[in-house]
């Protein structure tokens, strides 16, 4: 039995790698840590916050894999500590970001406990382009008074 998605229909050819996109980002989309703001700061602009308490700037990682955001962090336990009682959390995390195409990452900084990620859009641009349309009939008759390409192929 096959899985019917909605980009399984015949009209939407090529869009397989968006299906396995949206799957990703529902397998990432259950875990609330750490939490996070999504802002648009202007047109094109966006910005993602995280809230990283109790994490250095070199407890953090920032890469982009394909069109995927990653953002990793890993705070290295103090041993010699002793908690009676531990709430702020600085558990490893992982989060990811599936960024559209043509979206770039315009920097990071840290201050006060929140990691922000500026994000920038740029202005799309259109782009037509004529397909030429070839007279296969003319192609024919050349093709079976000299015995071409197309003849050779059979």
Known sequence: MSRS????SPFLLGFDQIERVVDRVAKN???GYPPYNIEQ???GILQITLAVAGFSITDLQITLEDNQLVIR??????????YLHR???????QRTFVLADGMEVA???????LLRIKLARPQ???VVKTIEIKDGESDKSKNAKGKGALADHG
């Open 29 to 31: 989309a259950n875990d």
């Open 41 to 43: 700061l202007s047109d």
């Open 5 to 8: 998605t909605p980009f399984s």
């Open 124 to 126: 799309p641009q259109v």
């Open 87 to 93: 709430g702020i959390a600085t558990r490893q995390f």
């Open 73 to 82: 962090g890993k705070s290295a336990d103090d041993q010699e500590k002793v």
């Open 107 to 113: 920097g990071a900084e840290m201050a006060q406990g």
